[in-house]
C-alpha cells in the first residue's frame, strides 16, 4: 500500500472521533492519509490528532496559506487514488448529489476523478428520510461506493439505523479498492481457514488448535492485491474480513461441499484450514452420558477437500508437521498432486498453528525450495502470494 494516497474527508458525525482510528489504521497499512475537515467535525475532534496520527498536513479551509498545496481542492482530488468520506453525515451526501461545493471537502469530492468511499452515519430519522434515501440512490448511480450504516446504539441514546459502521469493515473495502489494480485483478481466490469442528453429540466436537490467522492474513492479502476472494471458514474467532465473501462451515463434508460449489470457476485455490482427518461415525441426537466403563468412538476417514478439487489452475496446501518436515511435506506435494505447499513445523510455539507469525517453508512442483525466516502471517502471506502470482504468470 505504499504509495498510495487516501483523502479522508471527515464531516461533523459525532462518529468523528472513530475517523481518527481509520486513519491510524489506514497509515499503519502504509497508506498515506491526507484529511480534510469540515468546519463542523473540528469541533468534534481537532486537526492535531489527525495530523500526529497520519504525520501529514490536515486541511479544514480553502484558505489556508501554510499548506504546500497551491489550489488545495485540485491538488488534493488529484493526489488521491481513493477518497474516503467517513463519516458521512445526511448533509454532506445530500450537497454531493446536487454537486454542491461550498468548502474544501465537497469542493475536492466533485473534482476527483478518484474512485469515492463514503461510510455513512447519521440519526435513523435522517437515515430513513426520503430525501437522504434519493440522495444516495444518485450516489450509487454515479459510482460511489458505501459502507454501512450499521445498525445499534445512537448517540441519541436511541437504537437504529445510523451508527458508523466498524472501522476494521471500512478499512477492508477501502484496501480493496485501493488495491484493485493490483497483481492479481481479474483473479478468483479461494482460500479456507481455521478448523473443522465433528460433532459427537449435541456439546461436544473434535477439533484442533487452528486460529484461522494464517488464511485470513491470505484472504486479506489477496483482497488487498485485487482478486475476487471466497474465504471458507471453520472454527475462528476473528472479526470477519470486509470486502471478500466468507463463507462459515462446521465439519469437513461442509467445508468440502463449499469450496466445491465456490471454487467451480476459481483460478486458486489455497487450503489452509486444519481439516480433520476422522470425524465420529455417529453423531448422537442427544448428550452422551457418562457410565462405568469406558468410551469407544469409532471414527471414519473423511473426504481429503485438497485430493478431491483437482480442476483449479493452481492448487496450493499447506504440511502441518511436528517432525520430518521437508520429507512429508513433499509426499502431500505429489499425491495431491499441487502447485506450492507451504510446511510448517507446528512443534514451536512462536510458529504455525495459533501464533501470530509463522517460519515455513515454500516448495514448489519443480523442487525448488524457498525458507521464510519467522514474519509476521500477513508478511508470510504475501509472499506466498508473490509465489502465487508467478505461477500464474508462467502458466
Ligand atoms: N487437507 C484437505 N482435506 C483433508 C485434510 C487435509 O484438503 N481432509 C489439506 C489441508 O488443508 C492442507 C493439506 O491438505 O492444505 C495437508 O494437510 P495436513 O493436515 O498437513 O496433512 P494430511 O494430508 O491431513 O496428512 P497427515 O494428517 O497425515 O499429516
Request: hydrophobic share 45%; charged share 20%.
Amino acid at each position: 500500500m505504499s504509495e498510495r494516497h487516501v483523502v479522508l474527508g471527515v464531516t461533523g458525525s459525532i462518529a468523528a472521533y472513530k475517523a481518527v482510528d481509520l486513519a491510524s489504521k489506514l497509515t499503519q497499512a502504509g497508506v498515506s492519509v491526507h484529511t480534510v475537515m469540515t468546519e463542523a467535525a473540528t469541533q468534534l475532534v481537532g486537526p492535531a490528532t489527525f495530523r500526529a496520527i497520519t504525520g501529514l498536513p490536515v486541511s479544514t479551509s480553502m484558505f489556508e496559506l501554510t499548506n504546500p498545496f497551491s489550489i488545495e481542492h485540485i491538488s488534493l482530488s488529484e493526489v488521491a487514488d481513493l477518497m474516503i468520506i467517513a463519516p458521512a453525515t445526511a448533509n454532506v451526501i445530500a450537497k454531493m448529489a446536487a454537486g454542491i461545493a461550498d468548502d474544501l471537502l465537497t469542493c475536492t469530492a466533485l473534482a476527483t476523478r478518484a474512485p469515492i468511499l463514503i461510510a455513512l452515519a447519521m440519526h435513523t430519522a435522517m437515515w430513513e428520510n426520503a430525501a437522504t434515501q434519493a440522495n444516495l440512490e444518485t450516489l450509487q448511480s454515479l459510482g460511489m461506493s458505501f459502507v454501512g450504516p450499521a445498525t445499534g446504539r445512537l448517540a441519541s441514546g436511541g437504537f437504529g439505523a445510523g451508527r458508523f459502521a466498524p472501522v476494521t469493515e471500512i478499512l477492508g473495502v477501502a484496501l480493496g479498492m485501493l488495491g484493485a489494480n493490483g497483481d492479481l485483478a481479474g483473479r478468483k481466490i479461494v482460500i479456507t481457514a481455521g478448523g473443522t469442528r465433528e460433532p459427537i453429540d449435541p456439546v461436544r466436537f473434535l477439533g484442533n488448535r487452528s486460529t484461522g490467522k494464517m488464511g485470513f492474513a491470505l484472504a486479506e492479502a489477496a483482497r488487498d492485491r485485487g482478486a475476487n476472494v471466497s474465504l471458507i471458514s471453520g472454527a475462528t474467532t476473528l472479526p470477519t474480513p470486509a470486502g471478500m465473501n466468507v463463507h462459515s462451515v462446521g465439519t469437513a463434508a461442509e467445508m468440502l461441499d463449499t469450496v466445491e460449489a465456490v471454487s467451480t470457476d476459481a483460478d486458486i485455490l489455497i487450503m489452509a484450514a486444519a481439516v480433520a482427518d476422522y470425524a465420529p461415525e455417529m453423531r448422537a441426537s442427544e448428550k452422551i452420558k457418562k457410565e462405568d466403563v469406558d468410551l469407544v468412538l469409532p471414527l471414519n476417514r473423511t473426504q481429503d477437500i485438497l485430493n478431491t478439487i483437482r480442476d483449479v489452475p493452481i492448487r496450493v496446501g499447506f504440511a502441518a508437521e511436528s517432525e520430518n518436515l521437508i520429507e512429508n511435506a513433499k509426499g502431500k506435494l505429489v499425491s495431491k498432486n499441487l502447485d506450492l505447499i507451504v510446511a510448517n513445523d507446528i512443534s514451536r510455539s512462536d510458529s504455525g498453528i495459533g501464533a501470530d507469525n509463522n517460519e515455513c517453508t515454500i516448495l514448489d512442483a519443480s523442487g525448488n525450495q524457498e525458507s521464510l525466516p519467522l514474519m509476521p502471517k500477513r508478511e508470510a502471506a504475501e509472499r506466498i502470494l508473490d509465489r502465487v502470482v508467478g505461477l500464474l504468470s508462467a502458466k
